[in-house]
């Protein structure tokens, strides 16, 4: 069973601000953690917001 589009943003606010996500699914926590690695090489690798020109 694929997760819904509602509740995969749900998971994506969770994991962007830094909340718990409070579900034991299985496929929730992939798609968690996914984000939560992400988030983690973006900030290693600078690729935070929009990159300034002036």
């Known amino acids: 069973?694929?997760?819904s589009s509602h509740r995969q943003h749900?998971?994506?606010i969770a994991a962007t601000m830094?909340?718990?996500l409070g579900s034991e699914?299985?496929?929730e926590l992939v798609l968690y953690e996914m984000i939560k690695?992400?988030?983690e090489?973006?900030?290693k690798n600078r690729?935070?917001?929009i990159?300034?020109?002036d």
């Open 37 to 39: 690695k992400e988030i």
């Open 18 to 20: 830094g909340y718990g």
């Open 41 to 43: 090489n973006d900030r």
């Open 25 to 27: 699914d299985p496929e």
């Open 10 to 12: 749900k998971i994506y």
């Open 1 to 3: 069973m694929s997760l």
């Open 47 to 49: 690729n935070m917001g």
């Open 51 to 53: 990159q300034r020109t």
